[in-house]
């Protein structure tokens, strides 16, 4: 597969990511290397990793524990403690390998520490290879409110391995599953058309799949790299998804959702405010809800739930001027942003959920 050039990086896919990387570590005098993982990356992933790694170079891993619930400023004081006991520098590289609270976290560990010392991101999971490795958004959450904290900077170089998909279980890769779907429903409509009937996807060509998502996602970005304008299309699904899925984060009483889970859920939700805004026709939202619905179990939202959830929008990091601003769709396979929505619809898209 060709590598995508992104902005200031490339995107290399399979065995040409190992070429590209063993090439940087001999190009770049780095002093030692620190390979970022969660505990799971470091059991399944990393033996798969580190043999491909052609380097006389120290390297450290640093370990933490998987989960969203630690992708916070907590986590970065250790591991910022940790790389000082360990002797990173200004030289040092950092490699990021896991899902996306290991790239995003990673990243902004990476950025911030002596004020940024270079780090390449090496996605594990289907939802960091489609989303949360492109692009340069790094950063950590805020107690439950998601991506609070964070600047945006690029690494030397993403590294996608579709063969790290095999270790992981099929909750993740429906996760992941959510991104691509919305790619299509924001950009590319024929792309979108291919998810329709899953059992039809032969998945010998999913790393196609794959690789145009991040076409998709890059092509946007490369537009927007700040997000002042067309990069919000990216946030279709999550305006809603976000605060959901921070809500299920906190609440003792649910089951907290994969991020996948709950933009699924989000979009939904934005596509039924996108018909009654009529940006989209009965019929694209019926086959939008049939779809989705489809692949994700129905998530089970109560009345007394919606509240909390709807006071969780004030924090949303697109709301401008104390508003909260959507990205919604207008047909599928385009988009409008920075609409405003009135709460009766948005209550209006969760009664219409539940049926």
């Known amino acids: 597969m060709q590598s995508i050039q992104a902005n ?21 005098k780095y002093s030692n290397i620190f390979i970022i993982v969660d505990d799971k990356t470091n059991q399944y992933c990393l033996p798969k990793f580190l043999p491909l790694l052609e380097t006389d170079l120290t390297i450290e891993i640093i370990e933490f524990e998987s989960g969203e619930a630690n992708k916070n400023i907590e986590t970065c004081i250790q591991i910022w403690n940790v790389l000082t006991e360990l002797g990173a520098d200004r030289k040092s590289l950092v490699i990021n390998l896991g899902g996306g609270v290991v790239t995003d976290l990673g990243g902004f560990v990476a950025s911030t ?6 780090f390449i991101h090496i996605p594990t999971t289907l939802l960091s290879m489609v989303d949360a490795s492109v692009g340069g958004k790094t950063g950590v959450d805020l107690g439950n409110l998601k991506n609070q904290i964070g600047v945006i900077n690029v690494p030397q170089m993403v590294l996608i391995d579709t063969q790290y998909l095999e270790t992981l279980p099929q909750s993740e890769m429906r996760s992941g599953l959510a991104e691509m779907l919305k790619h299509g429903l924001i950009y590319d409509a024929s792309y979108w058309r291919k998810f329709l009937n899953l059992q039809s996807i032969d998945y010998a060509d999913f790393d196609e799949l794959i690789y145009r998502s991040v076409e998709i996602k890059n092509e946007i970005v490369i537009q927007d790299p700040t997000e002042k304008n067309i990069r919000k299309a990216l946030n279709f699904g999550h305006t809603l998804g976000h605060a959901i899925e921070s809500y299920f984060l906190e609440s003792e009483s649910k089951t907290t959702l994969l991020h996948g889970e709950a933009i699924a859920i989000g979009m939904i939700l934005e596509s039924y405010i996108s018909l009654h805004k009529n940006l989209i026709t009965a019929e694209e ?10 692949i994700y179990d129905d998530v089970k939202v109560d009345e007394n739930d919606i509240q909390p959830i709807l006071e969780l929008l004030v924090h949303d990091k697109k709301n401008e001027y104390g508003l909260i601003q959507f990205a919604l769709i207008e047909g599928i396979g385009k988009i409008k942003i920075n609409q405003l929505v009135e709460n009766k619809l948005i209550l209006d898209a969760f009664e219409d959920y539940k049926s």
Do not use: C, M, P, T
Not at 285 to 294: C, H, P, Q
């Open 8 to 28: 200031n990086y490339l995107v290399h896919f399979n065995q040409n990511a190992y070429e590209a990387l063993n090439n940087h570590l001999k190009e770049n």
């Open 113 to 118: 520490f002596k004020r940024g010392v270079d």
């Open 285 to 294: 939202y019926a086959e939008i809800k049939s779809a989705i619905k489809g």
